[in-house]
C-alpha cells in the first residue's frame, strides 16, 4: 500500500472547502483494494493510530481535516463495474468509494439512464456522498442520496467487513439492531430514538425513523460508524429532455409568491428543482456575468422535465406562471438545448465558487449557514437573516435551495472583528431556525465546525444516544474523531 509522509504530498489532505486551517497529520495511507482497508483499521488499535477519512476534499465542513490523526485516501479504490438492468426502469450500477460523481452520472447517461444525486460540485467521490447524505437542487424531486443506494459495503472501525443490502437488517419494535462480525463478535445496537425535524432535507446527526434499515444508520453518518468502500447505486431512465430557466424578480415578494406557486400540485409546473439567488448573490456573480440585471431583487432558477411533445405546453405553463407574478420574463434566460443548459449549471456553480475565491483572500472562514425549515416557514428565516445582516452591516449573501425550504446564508466576514460577531449571530440563526422546528443542517452535515452546535437541537441525551451508538461499533475511537459527534461525549462518561 501506498504511505505518504512528505510535507508536499500531505498539504492536499489539509484542506476542504471549510477554510478550516488547523489540520495536521504524520501521513496519508492509500489503500488499493478493500482488504488493504480492512487490514490497517484491523491493526489501528493496537498501532495506537487514529484515522481521518479523505474523499476528494469538496466538503464544506472540515470533514476530511485529520487533527493529528492518519489519513486514509479513497483515491485508489475507484472501481466502477458495467451497469446491469434490473427492471424496465431501474437499472444497477456498483461502485468502489473513490469514484468521481461526474463519472458515476457520466457513465449512466452514455447508456440512457439516470443517477438523480446531484450536489452542485461534481468532483467529489461517491462514497462521501453516501456517508454524507449529499443532496442538492434535484433533491427536491428526487430526495437526497440514501433514497438512491440499495446495498453498501462498509468497512467497520475494527476492521470487520459488513455488506448491507437494503432490507436485510431492521431495526425491531424496540429500535434494536443485532449483528455477528468476526471481529467485533455480537453487537446489539439500538437505533436512535429522537424524533427527526419536520423538513423536506435533513442531514444532522445520526439517521432515525421507526423500525429503520441498518443501511440508513451509515448513509449520512459522516464516516464516523465505518468506510463506505463500495454500493449499489439505484439508477432510472434518463428524461427525454429539460427546461432550464432563471427568472429575475424587481420584488422579493413576488419572487416568493412564484416559488409558491411553482411547488403548488394544482400548478401543472412541477419542477425537479427550484433555486434561488438574493440581490447580493447576483451582485458577487454580476462580475463574471455583466448580463445580470441591475435592478433584480433576486432570481430562481427552475429545472423541469419534459418531452418533446409536451415542451411547448410546459413552456406556456412557465410563461404564464411568470407573468402573473411579474417577472422579469425578456431579462430572463431560458436554456433548452444541453449547451445553454451547461451554461446555466456553470453559473450556478459559479457562485460558491467565487465565494470560496474571495475567503482564500481572507484570514477567517465564512459564517454559513445550512439550515433547512418545515414548509411554509422559509420567508419568515430569510427576512430573519437579511434584516439581521443589514443591522450588522455585514457583506452576505443568501441562496440555494428553496424548493425544500432550504436557504444557505453566507456572512463573508472583513477582519476577525466580524467573523467573532458572525459567530456570534449564527448562534440566534440557530435558536430562530430550531423554534420553527428546524434542522441545524439539511445537507453538509456537521463535520467538525458544527460539532459544537448539535447538542442545540438534540439537547445532552440525543448526543449521548449517538455517542454511544458511535462507541457500539468503535469501541476503540480509531475513525473519524471529531466529526459529528462532539469529543467530550465520546471521552468524557459523564456526558
Ligand atoms: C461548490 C460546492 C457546492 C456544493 N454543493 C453541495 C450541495 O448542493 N449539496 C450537498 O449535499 N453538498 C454540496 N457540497 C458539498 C460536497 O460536495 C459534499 O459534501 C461531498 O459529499 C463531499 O465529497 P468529497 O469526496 O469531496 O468528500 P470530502 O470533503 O473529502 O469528505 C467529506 C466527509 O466524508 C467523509 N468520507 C469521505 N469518504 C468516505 C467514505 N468512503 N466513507 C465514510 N466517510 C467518508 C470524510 O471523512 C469527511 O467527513 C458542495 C461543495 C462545493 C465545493
Known amino acids: 500500500m501506498i504511505y505518504k509522509s512528505d510535507q508536499a504530498s500531505l498539504q492536499g489532505f489539509l484542506e476542504d472547502t471549510s477554510n478550516l486551517k488547523t489540520g495536521h497529520t504524520p501521513g496519508v495511507f492509500f489503500p488499493e483494494t478493500i482488504e488493504e482497508l480492512s487490514d490497517l483499521l484491523k491493526t489501528a488499535h493496537t498501532r495506537n493510530r487514529r484515522f481521518t477519512i479523505s474523499g476528494n476534499g469538496t466538503g464544506t465542513t472540515g470533514g476530511r481535516i485529520p487533527m493529528g490523526d492518519y489519513v486514509?485516501?479513497?483515491?485508489?479504490?475507484?472501481?466502477?463495474?458495467?451497469?446491469?438492468?434490473?427492471?424496465?426502469?431501474?437499472?444497477?450500477?456498483?461502485?468502489?468509494?473513490?469514484?468521481?460523481?461526474?463519472?458515476?452520472?457520466?457513465?449512466?447517461?452514455?447508456?440512457?439512464?439516470?443517477?438523480?444525486?446531484?450536489?452542485?460540485?461534481?468532483?467529489?467521490?461517491?462514497?462521501?456522498?453516501i456517508a454524507n447524505n449529499s443532496s442538492g437542487a434535484r433533491t427536491f424531486k428526487y430526495g437526497p442520496t440514501r433514497k438512491h443506494i440499495s446495498r453498501i459495503l462498509v468497512v467497520l472501525p475494527q476492521g470487520d467487513l459488513l455488506n448491507l443490502s437494503r432490507g436485510?437488517?431492521?431495526?425491531?419494535?424496540?429500535?434494536?439492531?443485532?449483528?455477528?462480525?468476526?471481529?467485533?463478535?455480537?453487537?446489539?445496537?439500538?437505533?436512535?430514538?429522537?424524533?427527526?425535524?419536520?423538513?423536506?432535507?435533513?442531514?444532522?446527526?445520526?439517521?432515525?425513523?421507526?423500525?429503520?434499515?441498518?443501511?440508513?444508520?451509515?448513509?449520512?453518518?459522516?464516516?464516523?460508524?465505518?468506510?463506505?468502500?463500495?454500493?449499489?447505486?439505484?439508477l432510472i431512465r434518463l428524461p427525454k429532455s429539460i427546461i432550464s430557466c432563471l427568472v429575475y424578480f424587481?420584488?422579493?415578494?413576488?419572487?416568493?409568491?412564484?416559488?409558491?406557486?411553482?411547488?403548488?400540485?394544482?400548478?401543472?409546473?412541477?419542477?425537479?428543482?427550484?433555486?434561488?439567488?438574493?440581490?447580493?448573490?447576483?451582485?458577487?456573480?454580476?462580475?463574471?456575468y455583466p448580463e445580470i440585471p441591475s435592478q433584480s431583487d433576486g432570481a430562481i432558477f427552475i429545472e423541469k422535465e419534459t418531452t418533446p411533445e409536451s415542451e411547448e405546453a410546459d413552456l406556456e405553463t412557465l410563461f404564464v406562471l411568470m407573468e402573473s407574478c411579474n417577472a422579469m420574463s425578456d431579462e430572463s434566460w431560458m436554456a433548452l438545448d444541453r449547451e445553454e443548459q451547461a451554461r446555466m449549471r456553470?453559473?450556478?456553480h459559479a457562485l460558491p465558487l467565487l465565494v470560496t475565491e474571495w475567503l482564500r483572500k481572507q484570514h477567517?472562514?465564512?459564517?454559513?449557514?445550512?439550515?433547512?425549515?418545515?414548509?411554509?416557514?422559509?420567508?419568515?428565516?430569510?427576512?430573519?437573516?437579511?434584516?439581521?445582516?443589514?443591522?450588522?452591516?455585514?457583506?452576505?449573501?443568501?441562496?440555494?435551495?428553496?424548493?425544500?425550504?432550504?436557504?444557505?446564508?453566507?456572512?463573508?466576514?472583513?477582519?476577525?472583528?466580524?467573523?467573532?460577531?458572525?459567530?456570534?449571530?449564527?448562534?440566534?440563526?440557530?435558536?430562530?431556525?430550531?423554534?420553527?422546528?428546524?434542522?441545524?443542517?439539511?445537507e453538509h452535515g456537521i463535520g467538525k465546525l458544527k460539532a459544537e452546535y448539535l447538542v442545540e437541537m438534540y439537547h445532552e441525551a440525543g448526543v449521548r444516544e449517538m455517542a454511544r451508538i458511535k462507541k457500539s461499533l468503535d469501541p476503540f475511537l480509531v475513525l473519524n474523531i471529531g466529526n459529528l459527534v462532539p469529543v467530550a461525549y465520546l471521552e468524557n462518561e459523564n456526558h
Open 364 to 442: 477567517d472562514s465564512k459564517i454559513s449557514t445550512d439550515m433547512a425549515v418545515p414548509e411554509g416557514k422559509i420567508r419568515e428565516l430569510f427576512d430573519f437573516y437579511r434584516s439581521s445582516c443589514e443591522q450588522q452591516g455585514f457583506i452576505y449573501i443568501i441562496f440555494g435551495h428553496i424548493g425544500n425550504e432550504h436557504l444557505h446564508l453566507n456572512i463573508l466576514p472583513r477582519d476577525h472583528e466580524e467573523f467573532l460577531m458572525g459567530k456570534e449571530l449564527y448562534r440566534k440563526f440557530i435558536s430562530k431556525v430550531l423554534a420553527l422546528g428546524g434542522t441545524l443542517s439539511a
Open 168 to 234: 436485510a437488517c431492521m431495526a425491531d419494535d424496540n429500535g434494536m439492531f443485532r449483528i455477528t462480525l468476526p471481529i467485533a463478535g455480537n453487537i446489539v445496537l439500538q437505533s436512535p430514538q429522537y424524533c427527526m425535524p419536520d423538513t423536506t432535507k435533513h442531514n444532522a446527526g445520526y439517521f432515525s425513523e421507526e423500525n429503520m434499515d441498518l443501511v440508513d444508520l451509515f448513509i449520512g453518518s459522516e464516516g464516523t460508524l465505518g468506510v463506505i468502500a463500495e454500493a449499489d447505486l439505484l
Open 250 to 288: 424587481r420584488s422579493i415578494d413576488d419572487l416568493f409568491s412564484f416559488t409558491r406557486q411553482l411547488k403548488d400540485p394544482e400548478n401543472s409546473a412541477s419542477p425537479r428543482a427550484i433555486e434561488f439567488f438574493d440581490k447580493q448573490a447576483l451582485e458577487f456573480l454580476s462580475a463574471k
Open 346 to 348: 456553470e453559473f450556478r
Open 72 to 129: 486514509i485516501s479513497m483515491q485508489k479504490l475507484d472501481h466502477i463495474s458495467e451497469l446491469v438492468q434490473i427492471a424496465d426502469d431501474r437499472a444497477n450500477l456498483t461502485v468502489q468509494a473513490g469514484v468521481l460523481l461526474d463519472n458515476v452520472q457520466k457513465k449512466a447517461e452514455q447508456s440512457g439512464w439516470f443517477y438523480p444525486p446531484d450536489p452542485t460540485e461534481k468532483l467529489c467521490f461517491i462514497g462521501s456522498t
